[in-house]
């Protein structure tokens, strides 16, 4: 079946660091991913919409320039948490489609195994 | 997408079957109806989803009521690995590329 890498699966950071958090579709190619955050004993919160070639679509109440998401190419899509602080702490999904699915087809999303982010 | 129901918590013994109850009443006639899982750690897979009729697969069932205001995820035979969030989700395949909206889910936990 599809399968969707997130790397890293967990990291540790300073606070006021940046960590980059990698999305890659091993055996299909993605023009959507989806990123989303996850904190405890919660579900998971829609970030943003990264299309291969565009700008991402971020939902509301999340900030554009503290979480930069590049999607450059057909399987790969990074999120980057710049000047992290301890609230950043979270867990943080990727999911793709696979550009074959068409409108109609209601293929199921596949999701990464997140990554969990720890800033101290 | 719109909004569905469900228990907050269901508990099981470990062998027997689970029903997993899920409430769309204002389900749209297009709206396909998906459950996805969350074990500890994990993102979320993929379990099963159907349109109108009942749907098996090696993982579940899906049993759709006859209105389509409801559903049952069935879980045969509960193992400790089946303990995770379970998530039901309605989703047009026609709205073009939007992503999956979650709930709450219900929580599942497996008594050996």
């Known amino acids: 079946g599809a399968v969707v890498s997130q790397h890293p699966s967990w990291v540790i950071c300073k606070s006021g660091t940046s960590v980059k958090i990698e999305c890659r579709s091993l055996?299909?190619?993605?023009?959507?991913m989806f990123w989303y955050r996850q904190f405890p004993k919660q579900s998971l919160m829609l970030m943003a919409t990264?299309?291969?070639?565009?700008?991402?679509?971020?939902e509301q109440g999340v900030e554009k320039d503290k979480f930069l998401i590049n999607h450059a190419s057909l399987t790969l899509s990074t999120l980057t948490v710049t000047s992290a602080h301890p609230e950043d702490s979270s867990f943080y999904i990727c999911?793709?489609?696979?550009?074959?699915?068409?409108?109609?087809?209601?293929?199921?999303?596949?999701f990464g195994n997140g990554t969990r982010l720890t800033v101290t | 997408d719109a909004k569905t129901t469900q228990p907050n918590s269901m508990e099981s013994n470990e062998e027997e079957p689970v029903h997993l109850p899920c409430n769309h009443s204002?389900?749209?006639?297009?709206?396909?109806i998906h459950w996805y899982r969350q074990l500890p750690s994990q993102g979320p897979e993929y379990v099963i989803h159907?349109?109108?009729s009942n749907v098996n697969n090696r993982m579940a069932s899906l049993a759709i009521a006859e209105d389509r205001k409801s559903s049952t995820l069935i879980l045969h035979r509960a193992t400790l690995r089946d303990a995770a969030v379970y998530y039901c989700?309605?989703?047009?395949?026609?709205?073009?590329?939007?992503?999956?909206?979650f709930g709450k889910g219900t929580r599942l936990s497996v008594i050996a």
């Open positions: 999911s793709a489609r696979d550009k074959e699915d068409r409108v109609g087809s209601d293929s199921p999303l596949h």
């Open positions: 055996d299909f190619q993605a023009t959507t």
């Open positions: 990264s299309n291969e070639g565009s700008k991402a679509t971020y």
């Open positions: 204002t389900i749209s006639g297009t709206d396909y």
């Open positions: 159907g349109l109108t």
């Open positions: 989700i309605l989703r047009d395949p026609y709205s073009g590329n939007t992503p999956l909206v």
